[in-house]
């Protein structure tokens, strides 16, 4: 069930990062039972890897902390609707549901190409129904506004 605490600590996990430079504003909280598993954010260039986006740091964490790799039972709350890759490594992972905040469309208004992969890997409409879910849009779009004004690194 959705909370919105667990999406105002997937947004301070996002301003973490793009505050020190890590990547872009997506940041992320894995939840079971109640309880945070894990966090993560967006690494892609602290860690030179163009695969570190926010959900696969907090599923690579997550992971780790409960010793498997079978995340069923789990929510994710993200600051921006999964790109295809991160989409995949959750569903991979098991993870029961998503709640995110910025939709695809506008990661694209802050420079990342989530709308042309998607297109190419052939969308989303064989997700099972009520498998992601948007919530908390206008509080995410201004941390992305904040991203948008700082000087920053094109990726």
Not at 40 to 52: A, I, M, Q
Request: charged share 30%; hydrophobic share 35%; net charge negative.
């Amino acid at each position: 069930m959705y909370n919105k605490k667990f999406m105002e600590m997937a947004i301070d996990e996002a301003r973490e990062g793009i505050l020190n430079g890590h990547g872009g504003p997506f940041g992320a909280v894995i939840v079971k039972d109640g309880e945070v598993v894990a966090s993560g954010h967006n690494r892609v260039l602290s860690n030179n890897d163009s695969t570190c986006h926010g959900e696969i740091d907090a599923i690579r964490k997550a992971e780790q902390k409960l010793g498997t790799y079978d995340l069923s039972g789990c929510e994710l709350y993200t600051t921006g609707e999964p790109c295809p890759m991160c989409l995949a490594g959750i569903m991979w992972a098991n993870i029961d549901k998503v709640y995110y905040g910025c939709t695809i469309e506008d990661n694209a208004r802050i420079g990342f190409r989530d709308v042309e992969i998607n297109k190419m890997m052939g969308g989303r409409s064989g997700l099972p129904e009520g498998f992601l879910e948007e919530r908390e849009r206008e509080i995410c779009l201004k941390l992305f506004d904040e991203y948008n004004r700082m000087e920053k690194k094109i990726y």
